[in-house]
């Protein structure tokens, strides 16, 4: 970094980057803001813990003048550094007005941070909102949607990182004073220790790089491009943020318990590792150590390969050789003990409010497709309950309706008493979505008669076979069809011989027809279409390599487009049915809320009294999808008063 850059940084007068510190001119901003269409927002924090101690710090506001000019503008709150600072409740209050104000559209990145740092001041974003890094993923989903980076992507700001780059070095710095790593360091302090007019430049920084993506995308057409996905994107800015304030309580003492238990199985399982390796150094959580052991010493037949190259020994590969290989049986049982003594006992025990409510971080933009993911925990990679875990560390099968021992989701309790958690799941939707789209007879047909479609691919694959396979080995295909499951892949999974698999792909192609010409119909209009394809929503998704010269990315990138195409569309379902559930309850001064998503699973909390008919009510509501025809879209609800764990099927006008 240039020593011109840095000293601009550390000390300059711009009139575009001002730092309001008198009232005099903060009065002024703010009557000024008044008069704009558009405001954009960005808070400077104490950290990232909206829902424990983190607190705005410094507020970022901006906005076009009549020229077309942008002006930026900050002001320092709760910065410990003894420098001038407004009082907190004045400036609070007069930022709340703008957020607050219907007629003036709010402008961020990422506002779903913005909404939850501005909630906890109590101050709500109200009116029309344009999120700056969802617009940024319609506008090319390859891209990391992180501010710097669009900046240099898309606006071609060349030193887009620089003042971060300054932010981080400052940091280090006073972290090293502090004695705390930087990771610590942010967590206690975030940004509230940094010099006001050095924050306050960086956080301008940020707000002109925001205005410019807004403008960019806005003239080029976002709105117009995908008219249903923004208005779903920009309202669930604000419905994720419900969901999240929800939160999820936590059954602290069962979980303390269980990581206990866990951790002791988990030293007892080395334990057996270094007896059965006959005392051979071995790091079960390391790929590296545990590549070398089973492909060098054991000579295990290794063939799956990782996308660096290297060969995979995921919990897929173990699987395989398990059953007859009491090493590879207890690499499996380690790691699953040390995932859940880490990623899900631990890590959530550290992340609870004081009343022990755990807040997950939904992923709005988290995968290509536009699929929610999540963090914090990831619920979408969640362990399910399962009697098969009690046979392998107790050696006795549970009695029937048995919990898990090992179970994550009994630690997620019902809010209260009184109160009911629905779960409304999708039935086999990647299924309807892709009969809906491929059209073929026999699918359509099964969907349309209500019946059992695994049972019905084992009975027509077994019309060309002579036999009748397995329900499971047809369950496994038809799932394996969103994501383009090959021959290898339905051997790994069903664990049977690849001419088994083979014959059966074959026999499965030939029956369902429309299946086939399908998959290949969504390649071909990709290709046609210079490498991209809709779906029923508008989503447009870009995979460039479908044009690669080199046969194994370009096969990579078919299946990849036709997951996309199956799974995109399922996750537009509930996205969509999440705005309107919220819509619904908002009209109805519901006391229901929305509260988790799993994969394609809607989870609302409500009071006893309001179950019936909220599960009516938002069945409709995510089963209403016309342009399916004539394929049902159906939904399966659960409920349960006690945890996730125990969730049984409603029945309408009687006991669940």
């Not at 006795?396 to 048995?402: A, H, Y």
Request: proline share 4%; charged share 25%.
């Amino acid at each position: 970094m240039s020593l011109q850059l840095r000293a601009f940084y550390e000390q300059c007068d711009d009139p575009q980057r001002r730092i309001v510190e008198d009232g005099a001119t903060f009065e002024r901003l703010l009557a000024w803001l008044r008069t704009r269409q558009a405001v954009v927002v960005d808070y400077e924090t104490s950290g990232l813990a909206w829902y424990h101690k983190a607190r705005i710090c410094g507020v970022g506001l901006g906005a076009w003048a009549d020229s077309g000019e942008f002006f930026a503008a900050y002001v320092p709150i709760r910065h410990r550094t003894a420098q001038p600072q407004l009082p907190e409740k004045h400036v609070l209050a007069g930022v709340g007005e703008i957020l607050a104000d219907p007629s003036i559209t709010k402008i961020g990145h990422n506002l779903k941070f913005e909404d939850h740092m501005s909630r906890v001041d109590g101050m709500r974003i109200c009116g029309p909102r344009v999120d700056t890094m969802v617009a940024a993923h319609l506008y090319n989903e390859n891209r990391p949607v992180q501010l710097e980076q669009r900046a240099r992507d898309d606006l071609g700001v060349q030193d887009a990182y620089a003042t971060s780059k300054l932010v981080t070095e400052r940091i280090a710095r006073l972290a090293r004073e502090n004695g705390l790593s930087r990771e610590r360091y942010r967590a206690r302090y975030g940004y509230s220790e940094l010099d006001t007019h050095f924050c306050g430049r960086y956080c301008c920084g940020d707000l002109i790089h925001t205005a410019g993506l807004a403008s960019l995308y806005l003239n080029w057409g976002v709105r117009e491009h995908f008219p249903r996905l923004w208005d779903t994107e920009m309202r669930l800015t604000e419905v994720l943020c419900d969901t999240e304030c929800a939160g999820l309580k936590v059954d602290t003492e069962y979980l303390s318990k269980l990581r206990d238990t866990v951790q002791a199985t988990k030293a007892a399982l080395g334990q057996h590792l270094w007896q059965a390796t006959g005392g051979y150094e071995l790091n079960p959580g390391s790929d590296h150590d545990v590549r070398k052991f089973l492909a060098d010493v054991m000579r295990l037949p290794l063939s799956k390969v990782t996308d660096k190259g290297e060969w995979s020994v995921d919990a897929e590969v173990l699987s395989e050789f398990a059953e007859g290989n009491h090493v590879c049986r207890l690499l499996l049982q380690w790691r699953e003990a040390d995932k859940l003594a880490t990623t899900y006992t631990d890590s959530i025990l550290k992340r609870l409010d004081d009343a022990d409510f755990l807040y997950a971080d939904l992923q709005q933009m988290g995968a290509a497709t536009g699929r929610l993911s999540c963090k914090d925990p990831n619920f979408h990679n969640f362990p399910t309950d399962s009697n098969d875990r009690a046979v392998a560390h107790s050696g006795k099968k549970l009695k029937e309706g048995g919990v898990d021992p090992w179970s994550i989701r009994r630690a997620f309790l019902v809010r209260e008493p009184g109160w009911t958690r629905i779960f409304l799941d999708y039935s086999q939707i990647e299924l309807r979505v892709l009969a809906h789209y491929s059209r073929d007879p026999i699918m359509v047909d099964a969907f349309l008669q209500g019946a059992d479609v695994h049972e019905r691919t084992a009975s027509e694959v077994a019309k060309i076979l002579g036999y009748e396979p397995e329900r499971r080995i047809a369950k496994i295909v038809n799932f394996g069809l969103s994501y383009g499951m090959s021959e290898i892949g339905l051997q790994r999974q069903a664990k049977i011989p690849f001419v088994e698999a083979e014959a059966f792909l074959r026999a499965f192609f030939q029956k369902y027809v429309g299946v086939q010409r399908y998959r290949y119909s969504v390649v071909q209009e990709a290709l046609s279409n210079g490498c991209q394809w809709r779906n029923v929503f508008g989503r447009c998704r870009r995979i460039p390599a479908l044009n690669s010269q080199h046969a194994n990315e370009r096969n990579a990138a078919m299946r990849q487009m036709i997951a996309s195409a199956i799974q995109g569309t399922a996750a537009e379902l509930t996205k969509e049915s999440m705005v309107r559930i919220s819509d619904w309850l908002r009209a109805e001064n519901s006391p229901a809320m929305l509260c988790n998503t799993v994969h394609d699973e809607i989870q609302i909390d409500a009071p006893d009294e309001c179950v019936p008919a909220v599960i009516e009510q938002c069945k409709k509501l995510m089963e209403d999808y016309p342009e399916f025809a004539p394929i049902p879209i159906l939904v399966d609800a659960e409920t349960s008063t006690k945890s996730w764990a125990d969730k049984t099927a409603y029945s309408p006008g009687g006991e669940s």
